[in-house]
């Protein structure tokens, strides 16, 4: 066929790393996988429950484009509940498939031909791709280890130009496990107010922070009005295949969105949403219960990297591990490959988060304290042999 049939957008895009290690993990037998971002928690039978109920009851067809106002106004009474935040239900809020077409409709709303977006990095690998097909241009800031994976004011300065519009932040960070502290994105409110750039807040492990009270970006004083918040019920309510999101914005900027996304979804499943109505209504408590589940697995699995000399800083949220893997002398890719090869323990390597990533690896301790037990006895057996 003639490859000019596919556009160079989509011929330029990269096929995503992780999904690489997974699939090459699912062909084997007996490997422990610490590659995917999945919580291991079913979704709790309550919310099951009502999804069930609503198809049973021939709730079938679809939604308002904005979602059910029944299950936007459950959202904006735990925006406010949960993060002292104030959308409307009627102008502000999308319930959107999942939180990676929240990001989609985002950046295609705001970007025009050539506009320039900073993203920090390590970053989700579908941040740079996103941007590029909405014909943006990501421009990645580096970070390290020292600087707790998180950039300052004066790294968005250096790669400021006059076709900057908006800062991709996320915190907690996929696949860092970094939080950005309310100190700290009032200092990166201050300079995109400066500048008068907009910030697109992937907040989709609030939930998931395990040492400090959660700052949303948008609740800093003023910065509402510039914020685009992304989140959903993937992460923080086990809801992984549901695919239900949603995204929170001015009305200014809600309405652009929403034009997107009613030609290009329509609508997010009805039974979906039923579920997630359930789940903000009586389920905080399951994502309590997770939560401090996913702490004391952090603990473990943090220390026991450390002992075993892979340098690991302890992230303050999500449920990823980032250790350096720089003293092996080998590449994040190489590492990673042998580690599967030879111990069966599937893990993804930095590089694919970008440059910044090169020398570490992530790794998921969203598994059982028995997987991971034994994950750490080959990761260390691997190290030693090494």
Same mark, same amino acid.
């Given at each position: 066929?003639?490859?000019?049939? $596919?556009?160079?957008?989509?011929?330029?895009?990269?096929?995503?790393?992780?999904?690489?290690?997974?699939?090459?993990?699912?062909?084997?037998?007996?490997? &422990?996988?610490?590659? $995917?971002?999945?919580?291991?928690?079913?979704?709790?039978? =309550? $919310?099951?429950?009502?999804?069930? *109920?609503?198809?049973?009851?021939?709730?079938?067809?679809?939604?308002?484009?904005?979602?059910? *106002?029944?299950?936007?106004?459950?959202?904006? +009474?735990?925006?406010? !509940?949960?993060? +002292?935040?104030?959308?409307?239900?009627?102008?502000?809020?999308?319930?959107?498939?999942?939180?990676?077409?929240?990001?989609?409709?985002?950046?295609?709303?705001?970007?025009?031909?050539?506009?320039?977006?900073?993203?920090?990095?390590?970053?989700?690998?579908?941040?740079?791709?996103?941007?590029?097909?909405?014909?943006?241009?990501?421009?990645? &800031?580096?970070?390290? %280890?020292?600087?707790?994976?998180?950039?300052?004011?004066?790294?968005?300065?250096?790669?400021?130009?006059?076709?900057?519009?908006? #800062?991709?932040?996320?915190?907690?960070?996929?696949?860092?496990?970094?939080?950005?502290?309310?100190?700290? *994105?009032?200092? &990166?409110?201050?300079?995109?107010?400066? +500048?008068?750039?907009?910030?697109?807040?992937?907040?989709?492990?609030?939930?998931?922070?395990?040492?400090?009270?959660?700052?949303?970006?948008?609740?800093?004083?003023g910065m509402k009005q510039r914020t685009i918040l992304i989140s959903g019920f993937s992460k923080g309510f086990a809801m992984t295949g549901w695919r239900l999101g949603y995204?929170?914005?001015?009305?200014?900027?809600?309405?652009?969105?929403?034009?997107? +996304?009613?030609?290009?979804?329509?609508?997010?499943?009805?039974?979906?949403?039923?579920?997630?109505?359930?789940?903000? !209504? =009586?389920?905080?408590?399951?994502? @309590?219960?997770?939560?401090?589940?996913?702490?004391?697995?952090?603990?473990?699995? #943090?220390?026991?990297?450390? @002992?075993?000399?892979?340098?690991?800083?302890?992230?303050?949220?999500?449920?990823?591990?980032?250790?350096?893997?720089?003293?092996?002398?080998?590449?994040?890719?190489?590492?990673?490959?042998?580690?599967?090869?030879?111990?069966?323990? %599937?893990? $993804?390597?930095?590089?694919?988060?970008?440059?910044?990533?090169?020398?570490?690896?992530?790794?998921?301790? %969203?598994?059982?304290?028995?997987?991971?037990?034994?994950?750490?006895?080959?990761?260390?057996?691997? &190290?030693?042999?090494?």
């Amino acid at each position: 066929m003639n490859p000019t049939y $596919v556009s160079k957008a989509a011929q330029q895009i990269k096929p995503s790393g992780i999904r690489k290690f997974f699939d090459l993990a699912s062909t084997m037998e007996g490997v &422990i996988s610490l590659g $995917v971002g999945e919580p291991d928690f079913v979704t709790a039978w =309550n $919310v099951r429950e009502a999804s069930i *109920l609503s198809l049973e009851q021939g709730y079938t067809s679809y939604t308002a484009n904005a979602g059910l *106002l029944s299950l936007r106004k459950e959202i904006s +009474h735990y925006l406010k !509940k949960r993060f +002292h935040l104030d959308y409307s239900p009627d102008e502000e809020l999308i319930v959107t498939v999942g939180a990676s077409q929240a990001l989609d409709i985002a950046v295609r709303a705001i970007l025009n031909p050539g506009e320039e977006v900073l993203i920090p990095e390590p970053c989700f690998v579908a941040y740079e791709a996103l941007v590029a097909l909405a014909g943006g241009k990501p421009v990645h &800031i580096q970070t390290s %280890a020292e600087q707790g994976f998180k950039a300052s004011p004066k790294d968005f300065e250096a790669a400021l130009t006059k076709r900057t519009k908006a #800062i991709l932040l996320s915190t907690p960070s996929n696949p860092t496990g970094s939080v950005y502290s309310k100190t700290e *994105l009032e200092e &990166i409110a201050a300079f995109a107010e400066q +500048h008068d750039l907009l910030v697109i807040a992937d907040e989709i492990y609030a939930e998931l922070t395990y040492d400090e009270p959660y700052a949303s970006f948008a609740s800093i004083n003023g910065m509402k009005q510039r914020t685009i918040l992304i989140s959903g019920f993937s992460k923080g309510f086990a809801m992984t295949g549901w695919r239900l999101g949603y995204v929170a914005a001015p009305t200014f900027l809600r309405d652009p969105m929403l034009k997107i +996304h009613q030609y290009s979804m329509m609508c997010a499943p009805s039974m979906a949403q039923f579920g997630a109505e359930e789940a903000l !209504k =009586n389920g905080l408590d399951d994502v @309590d219960k997770m939560k401090k589940s996913y702490r004391r697995r952090r603990n473990l699995f #943090i220390d026991a990297l450390n @002992d075993m000399g892979l340098d690991c800083h302890r992230p303050g949220g999500a449920f990823y591990a980032f250790p350096s893997i720089k003293k092996t002398g080998m590449s994040s890719e190489a590492f990673a490959e042998s580690l599967l090869l030879n111990e069966k323990i %599937a893990v $993804v390597p930095g590089s694919v988060f970008g440059p910044s990533g090169e020398g570490y690896i992530r790794c998921s301790y %969203a598994s059982s304290i028995e997987q991971l037990q034994e994950a750490l006895v080959r990761m260390k057996r691997f &190290i030693e042999s090494s």
